[in-house]
């Protein structure tokens, strides 16, 4: 079973930053892809940026040019470096895994933009 544990969210002013990790219980290179996701009150869940093994990645279009998703290979962890936060990216960050068709979340970190 894949566990995945998300950390580093918090309270934040606009304009600030914040960085997340998502952390897998098992080598990240089996998976396809590891992807962050996000969930306002009240709204569906969207996604936010992704990476995959060959190292590609791809971000939201509220996101580009102020996330960074990478990966720390050996400490098995994927990252999401969030500049120039805005109220509307309040939501509660979730991670993903996918091995071919299985996919693997995380319980979430809260991310909170407020001044």
């Known amino acids: 079973q894949v566990q995945l544990v998300e950390s580093g969210g918090g309270l934040v002013q606009p304009g600030g930053s914040l960085k997340l990790s998502c952390a897998a219980s098992q080598n990240i290179f089996n998976f396809n892809s590891v992807g962050w996701y996000r969930q306002a009150p009240g709204k569906e869940r969207d996604f936010v940026a992704s990476i995959n093994v060959g190292g590609r990645t791809d971000y939201g279009d509220s996101v580009k040019g102020r996330f960074t998703i990478s990966r720390d290979n050996l400490k098995n962890t994927v990252y999401l470096q969030m500049i120039n936060l805005k109220p509307e990216d309040t939501a509660v960050y979730y991670c993903?895994?996918?091995?071919?068709?299985?996919?693997?979340w995380g319980q979430g970190t809260l991310v909170t933009v407020r001044g």
């Open positions: 993903r895994a996918n091995i071919l068709s299985k996919y693997f």
